[in-house]
């Protein structure tokens, strides 16, 4: 199955990027991790830890929000803030309410009578919906928003990154594995058979270190498409403890991928297997592998097979992340403290830019 986005010349020049992460969107997307912690081991504590309190307040939104991730719009609206994307939720028009409980139905969510007081526009089923929504951003959301952030933030460096190496167009195919470019259709595999044709309006995207699923698209009110995709480092790494200052010779690569990651990065630079991998770190080789995949995704590691094991070695990408680490790892000659020798490098801005970022 794939999901094509048709570009046109001019949606190519209105891909951007979101500001930042969208507090009720993260509400959604931890609503549907908390579904899946099979698939997702790594976040299975997270629902552990929640509480009897707590997990009745998101029980819910999860009659609402399935497991793929893909819940009512009306739901997740794009907002800075908490207090603004609740207003615009109950703003949603009857219209969009009542086709979108159509819509994640025929998808197999049972229709509840929460959905049946929604669709009415019963005040009490709304109310009930926000006093959800907010409990659940408290329980979810508040407490990992500095890493969602951080999360974000460090996505947009590394896809500056890969654009300036591969240009804009491998940026987009690198987003999710197996994506590529059949002419000027962006060709991503996912679950279901979904064709976006775009008209101008272009691409906001939007990574979430919160989720880990395939992407996500919504059409947005200004015309253009929001795509979400996983960040490069999820929520459970961005929990790692950062290295003491100077300890790790790639400590931009840790802080951008993550400790163990930074390892894995480094260690295949020796073409391991995924057992030499797991040894060398002392993790299982499940997590060996899923470290391997998530940097072979991000383009830094390819893996080939040998016989009856894998190896993993790194990409020219990789060779290049590191060697550009060690460079502004490594100690600075003393220097004359003059004005020029203190310039300050440019601040980072949002990576495409021919368009202010929709609001976010």
Avoid: K
């Amino acid at each position: 199955m794939v999901l094509r986005i048709h570009f046109t010349a001019e949606d190519l020049l209105g891909t951007r990027f979101a500001d930042g992460p969208a507090p009720l969107l993260e509400v959604e997307l931890a609503v549907a991790m908390l579904q899946r912690p099979g698939a997702d081991p790594a976040f299975a504590r997270r629902q552990r830890l929640l509480g009897a309190m707590a997990a009745r307040s998101v029980a819910p939104l999860t009659e609402l929000v399935p497991a793929t991730g893909a819940g009512p719009f009306f739901l997740d609206p794009l907002s800075a803030d908490l207090e603004h994307g609740l207003e615009l939720v109950r703003s949603s028009a009857d219209t969009l309410v009542r086709s979108e409980l159509g819509r994640i139905c025929r998808n197999g969510l049972p229709v509840t009578p929460l959905m049946r007081g929604l669709a009415n526009q019963d005040r009490q089923a709304w109310q009930y919906l926000e006093a959800s929504l907010r409990a659940s951003h408290a329980a979810l959301i508040d407490a990992v928003w500095p890493r969602l952030r951080t999360g974000f933030d460090t996505d947009l460096a590394w896809r500056g990154q890969v654009q300036r190496e591969q240009g804009l167009r491998g940026m987009l195919a690198g987003l999710h594995p197996g994506s590529r470019w059949r002419g000027s259709t962006l060709e991503i595999a996912v679950e279901r058979e979904l064709d976006f044709r775009l008209e101008g309006g272009g691409v906001l995207l939007l990574p979430s270190a919160q989720w880990t699923g395939e992407p996500l698209c919504a059409p947005l009110p200004d015309g253009s498409l929001l795509l979400v995709y996983p960040a490069l480092t999820p929520l459970p790494h961005l929990f790692e403890e950062a290295p003491a200052p100077g300890a790790d010779p790639d400590e931009p690569v840790a802080a951008l991928l993550g400790r163990t990651r930074s390892a894995v990065l480094r260690l295949t630079l020796r073409e391991p297997t995924t057992s030499q991998l797991a040894r060398e770190l002392g993790i299982s080789a499940a997590s060996a592998s899923e470290h391997a995949r998530a940097l072979r995704r991000a383009g830094l590691v390819s893996t080939v097979r040998a016989g009856r094991a894998v190896r993993h070695s790194c990409t020219p990408l990789g060779h290049r992340l590191l060697a550009t680490a060690a460079r502004t790892s490594a100690p600075r000659t003393s220097e004359p403290r003059t004005s020029a020798a203190r310039t300050s490098a440019p601040r980072p801005g949002r990576v495409l830019g021919a368009r202010n970022p929709v609001g976010n």
